[in-house]
């Protein structure tokens, strides 16, 4: 829809990197509130979640690399990308399994505190998704289809004609998936 908010020089400043860091802020926000709450050391809980973004970021690079074009790693294109979710919930996960083993936190505090915040984190990714014009679905005829822009067709390749050449409009999985993980986000709070 709206990849692109500005740039700083030649620097692009993208929509779903915004919502990206806004959705890892809330997310962390939230555990260290709900892990406070629970008896967890405030502190503690900022680390793990830190590095916890940190291993996220590098999985989702990490399994990007193997799934795609190695000779792409060295291009500025792919810092910019997003990557690959697996590969960042994987390296996540395995963040957080060492920190809670070497701080010697109880496991399912830690998950009870991180679980509203990754609900509500992924709500805030899909979002930025949206706004890419990634995670597209499939065409539709119903009135709430989404016809992405040329700019978001450039950055992620979404299709904006169809067969015919007239506008194609898609199922915005991202907002389905988003206003779930809200919904997630307001049972598990």
Do not use: N
């Amino acid at each position: 829809m709206y990849p692109e908010l500005f740039r700083i020089g030649t620097f692009p400043v993208t929509t779903y990197g915004l919502w990206l860091a806004a959705g890892m802020l809330f997310a962390l926000l939230v555990a260290a509130r709900l892990g406070s709450r629970d008896g967890l050391p405030r502190d503690r809980i900022y680390d793990v979640g830190m590095w916890t973004l940190i291993g996220g970021l590098l999985g989702s690079k990490a399994l990007m690399y193997f799934t795609e074009d190695h000779v792409q790693i060295f291009s500025l294109d792919f810092l910019r990308s997003g990557g690959v979710y697996y590969g960042g919930f994987l390296g996540g996960f395995l963040a957080i399994a060492i920190l809670i083993r070497i701080y010697g936190l109880p496991f399912w505090k830690v998950a009870d505190a991180f679980a509203p915040g990754v609900a509500l984190g992924q709500a805030f990714g899909r979002q930025g998704c949206f706004s890419a014009g990634c995670c597209w679905g499939r065409h539709t005829d119903l009135p709430w289809g989404v016809h992405f822009s040329e700019l978001g067709h450039e950055y992620t390749g979404v299709p904006v004609y169809g067969p015919d050449g007239g506008s194609l409009y898609l199922h915005p999985t991202q907002l389905y998936e988003s206003f779930a993980m809200l919904i997630v986000f307001g049972v598990l709070f």
